[in-house]
């Protein structure tokens, strides 16, 4: 669960004293990124850039939709010297949306421990709201959180910036350095510390590779959990 060196004395002092926990969506409550890389990279490569899965997860996995776009344009044109192309970029979009309709479900244990964290709970996602929100219904997490989901359209910008998740903790009325984040991506991990909240990486999606907790851990996360059964015994001390 927690990474054994990681979740040292002083590390589990702090998670003790979470009010709140606040959960990134894609990749931690719904098993979306894996769908989202596997469909971005077939694109990718007919875009004609070859790019190791691993490299892939760590320049784009947790950019919002707006970013996105540009970066991917970027590498595609200094690997061709071809522009990606905005059509090419909504073909991808779209396709990625319907394979969520089709196939989306919510990661292992998702509900069941968002149930019993026994705490006030957010969610503070990059994707669109009407995205979001789909999302969650279509893997009965919406309930759950209520009012308390809040989207890229929510803030001025996009995660890594720290707005999101200083937005939701403001919602709860929660101090954010009080707020524990649950997040799969470095640019998520980025956010959250700079908000002044305390990170934890999950590595329990369908798409995290061996790297994963590094990159995390590397961004400022306390520690890694790769099953969501284990947070609550992590926010309670409990590193076993």
Excluded at 160 to 169: N, W
């Amino acid at each position: 669960m927690a990474r054994g060196d990681l979740a040292d004395p002083e590390t589990l002092a702090r998670l003790r004293t979470a009010r709140a926990v606040i959960f990134d969506c894609d990749g931690v409550l719904v098993d979306s990124e894996r769908l989202f890389v596997d469909t971005e990279l077939e694109h990718l490569a007919a875009a004609g850039l070859a790019i190791e899965r691993e490299d892939y997860l760590a320049r784009f996995v947790g950019l919002a939709d707006v970013d996105l776009f540009p970066a991917m344009d970027e590498a595609v044109r200094a690997a061709t010297g071809q522009a990606l192309g905005r059509a090419a970029f909504d073909t991808m979009t779209a396709r990625k949306v319907a394979r969520l309709e089709r196939e989306l479900e919510a990661v292992e244990d998702a509900v069941e421990t968002a149930k019993a964290l026994g705490l006030p709970i957010a969610v503070a996602s990059n994707s669109g709201r009407t995205t979001l929100r789909k999302k969650l219904e279509w893997t009965g997490l919406a309930p759950l959180f209520g009012e308390y989901v809040f989207s890229v359209d929510d803030v001025e910008n996009a995660k890594p910036a720290p707005d999101l998740y200083l937005h939701a903790a403001r919602a709860l009325g929660v101090p954010p350095h009080d707020c524990v984040v649950i997040e799969d991506s470095a640019q998520g991990v980025r956010a959250a510390v700079a908000a002044g909240a305390m990170a934890v990486g999950f590595t329990g999606g369908g798409h995290a590779d061996r790297g994963l907790c590094d990159r995390l851990t590397a961004a400022g996360a306390l520690a890694c959990a790769s099953r969501h059964k284990d947070l609550p015994n992590l926010l309670r001390g409990d590193a076993s």
